[in-house]
């Protein structure tokens, strides 16, 4: 079975440029997760979503970031503009509800974002 | 709010040494608590759990217990091998989905 799948891989960029991390979750997975990770400040939730509604975005760091869900099966999260601090890997994580739920995230390998 | 302190690395052992990091939380409730381990290049996945106090979790060798006087799931393995050498994250969830992770503890081990 196919697992969380993140593209792109490696994105390098420059500063003041947009830039697009897209996901697809897991079939039949109605949570979806974006997480930043970074040396300084480890794993942070930036926004989750249940069956492609956003309930949770306090973690974006401002209004430079926003992420959408058209549908159950893709994601997107984008920077505009991109800000080298915005440097990061970027994680996209899905989950079941009711009795699929474990409290187990599945994630994707990750978007390794690099802002010169 | 909720939040998880994990000691920091790198944690270097040798092949066979005992392996403890460990792990404090602050919650309110009684949250469930996490172990996940991120191998180089890859994303995290989930290496064991524990949903209310006193419960141990399991798996591959590794054990963490669920210790709600202390506020800590401290994870141990009795004899490390080459190949778990990761970086080790814990985490807790109050509700059962998303969750609040450390910062993460780099292990690595030497032949």
């Known amino acids: 079975d196919a697992g969380v799948i993140q593209s792109p891989r490696h994105e390098v960029t420059e500063m003041g440029q947009e830039v697009t991390l897209r996901c697809k979750p897991i079939?039949?997975?109605?949570?979806l997760f974006w997480y930043r990770q970074t040396m300084m400040r480890g794993l942070e939730l930036l926004i989750y979503?249940?069956?492609?509604?956003?309930?949770?975005d306090s973690g974006m760091p401002e209004d430079r970031f926003s992420a959408k869900m058209p549908n159950a099966s893709f994601s997107t999260l984008k920077i505009q503009p991109s800000e080298p601090r915005d440097s990061a890997v970027y994680f996209c994580?899905?989950?079941?509800?009711?009795?699929?739920?474990?409290?187990?995230?599945?994630f994707g390998e990750g978007s390794r974002l690099t802002v010169l | 709010g909720n939040s998880v302190t994990q000691m920091e690395g790198p944690v270097t052992l040798s092949e066979e040494a005992f392996l403890t990091i460990n792990c404090t939380y602050t919650?309110?409730?009684?949250?469930?608590l996490f172990w996940y381990v991120q191998y180089p290049g890859e994303g995290l996945q989930l290496l064991l759990k524990?949903?209310?106090?006193?419960d141990k979790g399991s798996n591959k060798g590794f054990e963490a217990t669920y210790r709600k006087e202390t506020t800590s799931f401290h994870l141990e393995k009795g004899s490390v091998q080459v190949s778990d050498s990761a970086v080790y994250f814990c985490?807790?969830?109050?509700?059962?989905?998303?969750?609040?992770f450390g910062k993460g503890t780099s292990l690595l081990v030497t032949p």
């Open positions: 994580a899905s989950s079941p509800s009711g009795t699929g739920n474990t409290g187990e995230l599945f």
């Open positions: 079939s039949g997975h109605d949570y």
């Open positions: 979503f249940n069956n492609n509604v956003p309930i949770d």
């Open positions: 919650a309110t409730g009684y949250p469930s």
């Open positions: 524990a949903t209310k106090a006193d």
């Open positions: 985490a807790l969830t109050p509700w059962g989905y998303a969750l609040n």
